[in-house]
């Protein structure tokens, strides 16, 4: 993905555009880290340092920064949260009519959704957006339940299971949105080969910490992967994917350069971890 950057008469102020439609058809502006609470592209950008509003248009990211900052410092780590972003294919604002959209159920399941919505809503959102998360329902087919883990929410993940197991006789598996969308670069045969890596070598191995990785997708020369359960927030995170798992990614398919964390490491659960700014 590559993201060409305009700058302005303000030298504050720069435009990110990712070669794709951001918001269609209007511009909306975001001026501190509440009022982005319902984009997971601008929380993304207000994380950076320095960071003092976001603006989404039809084909661009609009970003100020506060008058100390550095765009040398700056511009790389917005580069990234916009590639991650669009990789973890989230939507650049959240909205009920949205989400309303996207629900997908066999409307003979209409009652069994009800349930789940009912429980999610009253039992399950008021704590993870107390904590700064989401989640939303996304949709239901043959007792899985697919969700949308938006910031800190993923941490969450175990109890969610847990309370829908208990209550809905018919639930089966909890499911990522994220996961639950087609990626052709996961049947390639590279991807095929990362994957099998992952499922026979790696996660057995990370397991024993209580951790897992997923692969999200393979494009190109670059594999993304994201960090869960006690990889995400681990201050060994980093090391663990230098040292180990890009080492064995790059041996088992040596046309791969690049291996990329697309984690919310800031919602994580170790305490231990610092994010770095």
């Known amino acids: 993905m590559f993201i060409q950057t305009e700058v302005s008469s303000d030298p504050d102020l720069v435009k990110f555009l990712p070669g794709r439609t951001v918001l269609e058809g209007k511009e909306v502006t975001f001026s501190d880290p509440v009022s982005a609470a319902r984009s997971p592209l601008a929380t993304r950008l207000f994380d950076i340092e320095s960071v003092a509003e976001v603006a989404f248009g039809d084909d661009f990211v609009r970003v100020t920064k506060l008058k100390d900052g550095d765009w040398q410092l700056m511009k790389p780590a917005i580069l990234g949260a916009i590639m991650e972003h669009y990789v973890a294919d989230l939507p650049t604002i959240l909205d009920d009519e949205a989400d309303e959209e996207e629900e997908d159920f066999d409307p003979a399941d209409s009652d069994i959704v009800t349930e789940i919505k009912d429980l ?31 910031g800190s929410a993923y941490t969450y993940r175990t109890g969610v299971e847990n309370l829908l197991r208990h209550y809905v006789a018919e639930f089966a598996e909890l499911v990522d949105y994220r996961d639950s969308k087609p990626k052709p670069g996961l049947e390639t045969a590279d991807g095929k080969t990362v994957q099998k890596l992952f499922d026979e070598k790696i996660n057995p191995s990370v397991a024993t910490h209580g951790g897992h990785i997923a692969l999200v997708d393979v494009q190109g020369d670059t594999v993304y992967i994201r960090l869960e359960g006690g990889c995400q927030g681990c201050g060994m995170a980093d090391v663990t994917l230098k040292q180990g798992v890009e080492v064995e990614i790059k041996n088992a398919v040596p046309s791969i350069a690049h291996v990329l964390d697309v984690t919310d490491h800031d919602g994580g659960a170790n305490p231990y971890y610092q994010p770095g700014k």
């Open 120 to 150: 999610l809503s009253t039992r399950v959102r008021p704590a993870i957006t107390e904590s700064g998360g989401d989640l939303k329902f996304r949709g239901y087919r043959e007792g899985r339940v697919i969700v949308e883990f938006i």
